[in-house]
């Protein structure tokens, strides 16, 4: 980024003659690699998770951090939290005072996946206090985070999105702008609906494709350029060695974990009983998530669905009802 480049964006989201302050909460598997690209781009941040070891992962990545989230958000004027759960978001911004410690207009922007009325509860606490909200969650697991080829699908004003696009596109190749405060965490939960349908079904197919001999660079091949083509297909498939960078090529480790997806998958369940729509498909593939969990898998990645369909695990029946 040239130093020009820089003069505007503090101008644009900095104090008038300061450098642009940014906070960033939640170091993890997406946010590192997130913070990682900001840092590359020329933006200064500074970091904090809950882990030691993430700290001195960001660190290594040449990001200074915090022990505490009031200490990374003080007079912070963007603060951007990727966390694994709406509770987490509400307990970094709230609960532990940071947001109060920003500067009188800050931008705040959510980038984890969390339910539609938790983003809005949350943005309205911090409107509350006259910062601003933008609920920003991304695809693209964990490949797009380290890439920097993200989707990110934006709920807010658009004048703030605006402000914040510079930002994003540091870390992203798209960016949507989904409608009102909570329409981006609207928009994620649709898609990880499908997302969840495309990985069972593509992990029947695989399994299948298996026993009968056809191999699995001849099936991306084939149906990549079909009806059956899929993200899930040709980025993601669940056997080793098909697509190097998939978790499949890495034993199932790293990329989006079964708990996760599963987590993603109860709030699409929620709001479809919520407005009377039946989505058996989510329900099955969370039920698949279930069994997995429940037998010591959750922090595999969730294309180890595969693993039930070929029956290279055995597990227990799963815990009753599914929501």
């Known amino acids: 980024m040239s130093h020009g480049r820089r003069r505007h964006l503090q101008l644009d989201i900095g104090r008038k003659g300061t450098t642009m302050k940014i906070g960033w909460i939640g170091l993890g598997n997406m946010g590192l690699p997130m913070a990682a690209n900001l840092h590359s781009a020329g933006f200064e941040l500074v970091g904090f998770d809950l882990s030691s070891a993430a700290r001195d992962d960001a660190a290594a990545h040449g990001i200074p951090t915090t022990d505490s989230p009031v200490d990374v958000a003080a007079d912070a004027d963007v603060l951007i939290t990727m966390l694994p759960k709406g509770d987490h978001v509400r307990a970094a ?18 980038s984890s996946t969390i339910a539609t009325a938790q983003a809005v509860d949350i943005a309205a606490a911090v409107a509350a206090t006259g910062r601003r909200f933008l609920d920003a969650p991304v695809s693209g697991g964990t490949a797009g985070a380290a890439n920097a080829t993200l989707t990110f699908m934006v709920g807010g004003a658009e004048a703030d999105l605006d402000e914040a696009r510079p930002l994003v596109q540091a870390m992203g190749t798209r960016v949507f702008h989904a409608g009102d405060l909570g329409a981006g965490q609207s928009a994620k939960m649709l898609n990880n609906m499908m997302l969840a349908a495309n990985m069972q079904s593509t992990c029947e197919a695989a399994a299948l494709a298996q026993r009968l001999g ?17 993200w899930a297909l040709r980025s993601y498939y669940p056997v080793g ?19 996760l ?21 989510t329900a099955e593939v969370a039920r698949r998530l279930d069994l997995l969990a429940d037998n010591g898998f959750g922090g595999l990645d969730f294309s180890a669905l595969i693993r039930l369909v070929d029956g290279t695990i055995e597990i227990e029946p799963a815990r009753e009802g599914v929501r």
Do not use: C, Q
């Open 241 to 259: 060695g098909a697509v190097e960078s998939a978790p499949s090529s890495r034993d199932f480790t790293g990329g989006f974990a079964v708990t």
């Open 261 to 281: 997806m599963r987590k993603d998958l109860g709030l699409a369940l929620d709001a479809a009983a919520s407005h009377g729509i039946d989505a058996s498909a």
């Open 214 to 230: 056809i191999p699995p660079k001849t099936v991306i091949e084939i149906a990549g350029v079909s009806t059956g083509d899929s």
């Open 93 to 110: 911004l709230l609960d532990s005072g940071a947001l109060a410690v920003t500067a009188p207009a800050a931008l705040v922007i959510d």
